[in-house]
């Protein structure tokens, strides 16, 4: 197996099944001299199960500002660090950006150990276009919340969402309301026991979990604006025999 380097190991994570994670994702968590995870508790599951004794601290949105420049500082010193999310590959919808950035800064090398990533995992089977599509992350919670809806509205790419289960019919109705009845896809519980993806359109699903509730983590994919994308290409088709 490779050899360690003082470097900040980017390590992908399973989403779900414990058995979704590489031999060198394994090895990098076994060699590094320190583990940042997003929740300590929720990766000493993952880390019990391969049996991993490497010391781990926490690195999450609360004490971003104080630990980034101590990691910094640790690599410095010519420490290995990995990070690693919840589930998943860090640096999606977490904050592993500030300390990648302050590692690029410092000169740091920043070394990704590719695995699972949720969006990617419902994409492929959602049977929406993958071609192309635009990835969000989470809406905003209050501010910004709807102009953002408004300015998806135009995208004609399929959109890529995170969902919290107490949020997705108000996330629902609202999508309902602004796109229009497009079909869209909520999968649910990727890669474990209760893996669910539910097909229908914005206002069928709406229905659905207005009275329904929905347990797991969820990604809502939702059809690109195609009315729109199609009228363009009729535009230009005018244009060009014109």
Known sequence: MESIENALYLVATPIGNLADISYRAVHILNSVDLIAAEDTRTSSVL????NIKTTTQAYHSHNIVT???????????????????????????????????????NQIRVIPIPGAAAFISALIASGLQTQS??????????????????????????????????????TLQQLAESFGDRRCVLARELTK???????????????????Q????????????????????????YKNDIE
């Open 47 to 50: 880390l019990g199960h391969y």
């Open 213 to 236: 509730s929905v347990k797991g983590e969820l990604v809502l994919l939702v059809e690109g604006n195609i009315k729109r994308k199609n009228k363009i290409r009729e535009n230009k």
């Open 133 to 170: 599509f635009v990835f969000e992350g989470f809406l905003p919670h209050k501010k910004g919340r709807q102009s953002k809806i408004l300015a998806l509205k135009e995208e004609e790419r399929t959109i890529v969402l995170y969902e919290s289960p107490h949020r997705i019919h108000k």
């Open 193 to 211: 026991k209760f893996e669910e993806f539910i097909h229908g359109t914005l206002t069928e699903l709406a229905e659905r979990f207005q009275t």
């Open 67 to 105: 630990q980034t420049s101590k990691l910094v500082d640790k690599l410095k010193s010519g420490m290995s660090v990995a990070l690693i999310s919840d589930a998943g590959t860090p640096g999606i919808s977490d904050p592993a950006y500030q300390l990648v950035n302050a590692c690029i800064e």
